[in-house]
């Protein structure tokens, strides 16, 4: 079994910054990728930044340059940095670990809550 447990959304002015945590407990095994994805009212999830077991990083185009994600893996945890914050960044954003164990499985964080706002 896995948990994830997202922290660090809010409510937060146009411009400004905020850091999300996901830390990932359980069964987690050496094959994974974490990963933020959001929601937005009435739009499907989308992919807003992976991180692989090794480092390797991916980005939505739509986040590039203003958004860092980072992982500490010995403490199983991913952080998103999320600079110059626009209105339409305001989204339910989900933590999720696919990792392998015969099969790819896939988890997901009961998400947290970013406005952005004036």
């Known amino acids: 079994q896995v948990q994830l447990v997202e922290s660090g959304g809010g409510l937060v002015q146009p411009g400004g910054s905020l850091r999300l945590s996901c830390a990932a407990s359980?069964?987690?095994?050496?094959?994974?990728?974490m990963g933020w994805y959001r929601q937005a009212p009435g739009k499907q999830r989308e992919l807003v930044a992976t991180?692989?077991?090794?480092?390797?990083?991916n980005y939505a185009d739509s986040v590039k340059g203003r958004f860092t994600i980072s992982k500490d893996s010995a403490n199983n945890t991913v952080y998103l940095q999320m600079n110059s914050l626009k209105p339409e960044d305001t989204a339910v954003f989900y933590c999720?670990?696919?990792?392998?164990?015969?099969?790819?499985?896939?988890?997901w964080g009961q998400g947290t809550q970013v406005t952005v706002s004036a």
């Open positions: 991180i692989t077991r090794g480092g390797g990083v």
């Open positions: 359980g069964n987690i095994f050496t094959v994974n990728v």
């Open positions: 999720n670990l696919r990792q392998w164990s015969a099969a790819w499985r896939e988890y």
